[in-house]
């Protein structure tokens, strides 16, 4: 079995991104989009690659001390086999040697699987937005990491 590596994406993993992103969320980026962020000097991104393929990737941005997570997502054929943790490890790893003191992201409070992975690697609950996913009625979970400086 190939080995897993985490690395900054390039442009060449456009396509592959793009992929996993189209099947993994009710509303992906367009591949247009996906090129726009990977190109912002405030985004903070990475992808999961397993021999030449990507398996997942998260895009992140910050500004000042906080660091916002846009998009997780692995392949299926990828998923709870530890590689959105090893994602979000990776950057959270970054963001400590950054100076970034808080991560972010927002998950459904129906995603079972989802909120078990943050609150493993010890995010909490910051607030509730409630009904926010209108098509269910889905609450929007704000969730929070602080993250302790290496750099």
Not at 11 to 27: C, K
């Amino acid at each position: 079995m190939a080995t897993t590596i985490i690395r900054t994406p390039v442009a060449e993993d456009l396509p592959a991104i793009a992929a996993i992103e189209s099947v993994s969320d009710a509303e992906p980026w367009s591949p247009d989009a996906l090129a726009s962020h990977l190109a912002q000097v405030h985004a903070l991104d990475a992808v999961a690659e397993s021999g030449s393929t990507i398996i997942g990737f998260v895009c992140c941005g910050f500004a000042g001390d906080d660091l916002e997570v846009y998009k997780l997502a692995v392949d299926a054929s990828w998923r709870r086999k530890g590689v959105a943790a090893s994602l979000l490890r990776h950057i959270i790893g970054i963001a400590s040697k950054k100076g970034i003191r808080r991560v972010y992201l927002e998950v459904a409070r129906s995603n079972a699987a989802a909120l078990r992975l943050y609150e493993g690697l010890g995010f909490e609950e910051s607030y509730r937005r409630r009904n926010y996913y209108g098509a269910h009625g889905d609450d929007a979970l704000v969730m929070s990491l602080a993250v302790a400086s290496s750099g």
